[in-house]
C-alpha cells in the first residue's frame, strides 16, 4: 500500500499521524526522508531514528503568516520543508530561511524567550517540527547514549549504542562481546581499525557475502582518512602483537591470544581483497603487503601451533592474487582512440592503458600521441616535446572547448584524455601562446548539410539494448572507490586515477547531447519520428518487473539503463528542443504523455524523490544515474567534515558507505543475466556526434522555429 501512494502525500500523511500510530515501516519512510534535511545532516543514524518517532507537521496555507513572535516562550524546533520564512528581528528583515534549513533552537536550548518573530515567505510552506521536551530529551540522550574511550585523558574512539539493528551481519555476530551493540562515530584512525579487529572479524567464515556492515564501511571508506600503508602498518604492528604474560600458567592462553591476533589480520586482507577484487592488486602497497604476510606465517607457521587455517586462508589471497596478476600484466589496451570510445573499452581501464590522443600546435598543426592514461600533463608535454623536437622553452597542456573556454592543466593533472570535454581540443603550447587559442570549425559538430543520421531507420529495440550493453560495461568497469576519489578530490590520490567513472560521467554527457543533437539535425520530415524514437527507447529502459511480463518480447528486464533514460529525457527537455512546439504538436498524445512521465522522474524537489522511489523497487543490475550518485557524494561531503576534534568522523564514513553499496549493488548478478549475450556495440552507438556548444543548439533551434514575436 504505502509504495502506491504519491510519495510526498505519504510522507505529509505519516507524520500528521501521532507518533504512536507509526508503523515500522512508515517510521523508515520518515527516516529516510530526514537522511536528506541539511539540517540534521550532522545527526547521528540513532538521532534521526528517533526523531523519526516525533516529528509533526505544520503546515501555513498564505505568505504572511506570523509563525511565532520575538520574545514569545519556545516551543518547537521547525525544520523548513518546503516554502520559505522571513526572519525578523526588531522589525528588520535578517535573513530569509529556505527549503532544508530550520530556526528556533536558539530558545529551546539556551531556554530563553524567542531572539526573532518568524513570518512564512512564501505561500504553502511546511515545517516539520519537534516538541521542546523531546527535543531536549532526544539531545540529551546523544549524550547518554554516547561512550568515550580516552587515551592518557584524550578521546580516541567514541561509540554510539546502536538499538536498532543496522544489518543481519550485527544482529547474528557471535563474537560475544559487548562492543557489538555499539556503532563508531568517530575516533583515531587506528583505534577504528582495532576496533574492527576486535569486534567484528573473529566470527566471520569465508563467505564474505555475510560481511559485518562496519568492517564493509571501513574497507570501502578507509581511503578518505587512512591511506593504505598506513592500514598496512597498523595489520603488520598488529600481527606481532604478543600479549601480556601475567603468570607462566597463563602461557597457553597467550599462545592462543597470539595466533588470534595473526588469525584477524590475515582475516582482515582476506575481506579486503575479495572486495575490492583487482583494485586490491592494483595498488602495489597491498598487493606486495600479501607477500610479507605470506613470509610472516611461513614463519610463525614452525613455531606456533594452531595456524593451519590462517595458512589455508593466506593461501587463497595468493591464489586470487596469482589469477589478478594475469589479468594486470595484459597487453595495453586502447580506451580512447582520437575522442572516440574504442570497440572493446577495458574492463576496468589499467594505468598502462591507452589512448591515442591529437594533440594540436598553436599553428593548428597536429599529430596523434599515445598516451598512457596515467601520464601527467608535464609528462605528456614532455613526450610531445620530443616528438616535435621543441627547444627547451616551458610548454603548456591546454583544453580549448568547443564555446572558447580555455583550461590550462598544472603540470602533475592526470587522466586528462579521459577528463576533456566532448568537442575539445587538447593543445601543447607556450604561455605566450595561449591567448591566441580559438576553437577551430569543427569543435562545433555535425551541420544540417554534413549530418546524416539513420536513426530513423534502426529498430528502437535494438539501439535500447545496444546502449545497455555499452553502459554496463562501463559500469562494470567502475568501482566505487573511483566515487570517493573524484568526491574527495582526484589530486589527493594520485596513483588511482577515477579513469573508468571519468568514462561513464563522458558518456552521460554524450548520449544527452545526442538526442538534442540528432532532434535539431533531423531533417523535417524526420523529426517527429525521432523524437518518438528516443522516447520510445528511454521508455523501454526504464521498464519495470511489472512491465516485463507484458513486453516480455523486449527482455525489458536486461535494459534497465537509468543512465541513458536522463540522458535522452534531459536532453530533449533542452531549451532549444523543448521549445520546438510545433514538432511536440505532432507527436501523438500518449507518446507526449509518456514523455511527460520521464520528465517527472528528473523532478528534482524532494531531493529527487520519484527517482529514488524508481530505484528502491527496481531489481539490480541496472545502470544508475551516477551524476546524482556524485550529487549525494558532495552533499555529505561538504556538509560534514571528515576529521572533528582529531578523531575521524565516521558517521560521514558510514554515509558514504551506504551510496558506494548501492553503488556496488547495481552491478550485482551482472554476469548471470548478459555475459552469454555480450554483442559488439554498434560503432553508431560508440561514436556519438554532437554538437555541445550551447549558443550553436540554440541557433539551430532558431533556424527549425524561429522565434514568436
Ligand atoms: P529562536 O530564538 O528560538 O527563535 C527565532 C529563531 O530565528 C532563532 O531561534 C534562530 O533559530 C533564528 N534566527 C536566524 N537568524 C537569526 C538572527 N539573526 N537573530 C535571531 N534569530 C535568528
Given amino acids: 500500500l504505502l509504495s502506491s501512494i504519491a510519495p510526498e502525500t505519504l510522507f505529509l500523511m505519516i507524520v500528521s499521524k501521532p507518533g504512536f500510530e507509526r508503523s515500522p515501516e512508515e517510521l523508515e519512510v520518515v527516516y529516510e526522508e530526514l537522511t536528506f534535511i541539511k539540517a540534521l545532516s ?76 518568524i513570518v512564512t515567505y512564501e505561500d504553502d510552506s511546511i515545517f516539520l517540527v519537534v516538541d521542546k521536551h523531546h527535543f531536549n530529551q532526544i539531545l540529551h540522550q546523544v549524550e547518554a547514549n554516547t561512550v568515550r574511550l580516552k587515551d592518557y585523558g584524550e578521546d580516541v574512539l567514541v561509540l554510539e549504542k546502536v538499538d536498532i539493528p543496522r544489518g543481519a551481519a550485527l544482529e ?42 562496519f568492517v564493509e564501511d571501513f574497507i570501502l571508506t578507509h581511503d578518505a582518512f587512512m591511506p593504505a600503508n598506513t592500514v598496512c602498518n597498523f595489520l603488520k604492528s598488529y600481527y606481532f602483537r604478543t600479549p601480556y604474560r601475567a603468570t607462566r600458567d597463563s602461557i597457553t592462553d597467550s599462545c592462543t591470544e597470539e595466533v588470534r591476533c595473526k588469525k584477524r589480520v590475515v582475516q582482515f586482507v582476506y575481506i579486503w581483497c575479495s572486495m575490492l577484487k583487482i583494485n586490491f592488486f592494483l595498488n602495489p602497497v597491498t598487493n606486495s603487503f600479501v607477500e610479507e604476510l605470506f613470509c610472516h606465517v611461513i614463519d610463525d607457521r614452525k613455531r606456533l601451533g594452531g595456524m593451519e587455517e590462517i595458512m589455508t586462508r593466506i593461501g587463497a589471497i595468493r591464489t586470487s592474487r596469482e589469477n589478478m596478476q594475469l589479468v594486470l600484466a595484459r597487453h595495453p589496451a586502447i580506451v580512447l582512440d582520437c575522442g572516440v570510445l574504442s570497440a572493446r573499452t577495458p574492463c576496468p581501464i589499467l594505468p598502462s592503458d591507452v589512448c591515442n590522443q591529437i594533440i594540436y600546435l598553436a599553428d593548428t598543426t597536429c599529430f596523434v600521441l599515445p598516451i598512457r592514461v596515467d601520464k601527467t600533463a608535464e609528462e605528456i608535454c614532455e613526450l610531445s616535446r620530443r616528438r616535435m623536437s621543441f627547444s627547451a622553452e616551458p610548454l603548456k597542456l591546454v583544453e580549448v572547448k568547443s564555446n572558447g573556454e580555455k583550461l590550462i592543466f598544472s603540470p602533475t593533472d592526470r587522466a586528462i584524455p579521459t577528463v576533456l570535454s566532448l568537442n575539445s581540443k587538447l593543445y601543447v603550447v607556450n604561455r605566450e601562446e595561449i591567448p591566441m587559442l580559438v576553437p577551430m570549425e569543427d569543435q562545433n559538430g555535425p551541420t544540417p548539410t554534413t549530418h546524416s543520421s539513420i536513426l530513423h531507420l534502426i529498430d528502437s529495440q535494438e539501439l535500447a539494448h545496444q546502449l545497455f550493453l555499452f553502459h554496463l560495461q562501463l559500469l562494470r568497469a567502475t568501482d566505487s572507490n573511483e566515487l570517493l576519489y573524484q568526491v574527495i578530490g582526484r589530486e589527493s590520490f594520485p596513483q588511482s586515477m577515477p579513469f573508468n567513472l571519468d568514462l561513464l560521467v563522458r558518456r552521460f554527457n554524450e548520449v544527452q547531447h545526442w538526442s538534442t543533437t540528432e532532434i535539431l539535425l533531423a531533417t523535417e520530415d524526420n523529426r517527429v519520428e525521432i523524437l518518438k524514437k528516443f522516447i520510445h527507447i528511454a521508455t523501454m529502459l526504464v521498464k519495470n518487473e511489472t512491465e516485463w511480463f507484458e513486453n ?104 558514504f558507505a551506504k551510496i558506494f553499496r ?48
Fill in 552 to 655: 516480455i518480447f523486449y527482455r525489458a528486464r536486461e535494459y534497465r539503463d537509468l543512465l541513458t533514460v536522463f540522458a535522452i529525457t534531459l536532453g530533449l527537455s533542452h531549451t532549444s528542443v523543448s521549445r520546438l512546439t510545433l514538432t511536440w504538436n505532432k507527436l501523438p498524445p500518449a507518446t507526449f504523455k509518456t514523455f511527460s512521465e520521464l520528465e517527472n522522474l528528473l523532478d528534482p524537489t524532494r531531493n529527487h524523490r520519484m527517482y529514488r522511489l524508481l530505484v528502491s523497487k527496481i531489481a539490480t543490475p541496472y545502470i544508475p544515474f551516477v551524476p546524482l550518485i556524485l550529487k549525494d557524494l558532495m552533499f555529505i561531503h561538504q556538509g560534514n567534515k571528515s576529521f572533528y576534534n582529531g578523531l575521524v568522523n565516521f558517521e560521514k564514513m558510514h554515509m
Fill in 662 to 709: 548501492n553503488f556496488r549493488q547495481c552491478k550485482s548478478h551482472m554476469n548471470d543475466t548478459t555475459d552469454h549475450q555480450y554483442v559488439e556495440p554498434q560503432s553508431l552507438i560508440r561514436n556519438l556526434r554532437v554538437i555541445d556548444n550551447q549558443k550553436i543548439l540554440i541557433q539551430l533551434s532558431y533556424g527549425i522555429e524561429p522565434k514568436t514575436a
Fill in 42 to 117: 550532522h545527526l547521528s543514524t540513532m538521532v534521526k531514528r528517533q526523531l523519526a518517532n516525533f516529528v509533526k507537521v505544520e503546515q501555513y496555507i498564505h505568505a504572511g503568516s506570523v509563525v511565532f513572535r520575538q520574545r514569545e516562550i519556545g516551543v518547537y524546533w521547525y525544520i523548513v520543508l518546503k516554502g520559505a520564512v522571513e526572519v525578523n528581528v526588531n522589525g528588520k528583515v535578517v535573513c530569509i530561511l529556505r527549503e532544508g534549513d530550520d530556526f528556533g533552537k536558539l530558545a529551546l536550548v539556551n531556554d530563553l524567550p524567542r531572539a526573532a518573530t
Fill in 172 to 213: 547474528n555476530s557471535n563474537s560475544c562481546n559487548f562492543n557489538c551493540g555499539y556503532s563508531v562515530m568517530a575516533g583515531k584512525a587506528e583505534k577504528i581499525l582495532e576496533y574492527v579487529l576486535e569486534t567484528r572479524i573473529d566470527a566471520l567464515s569465508d563467505d564474505i557475502s555475510e560481511i559485518d556492515l
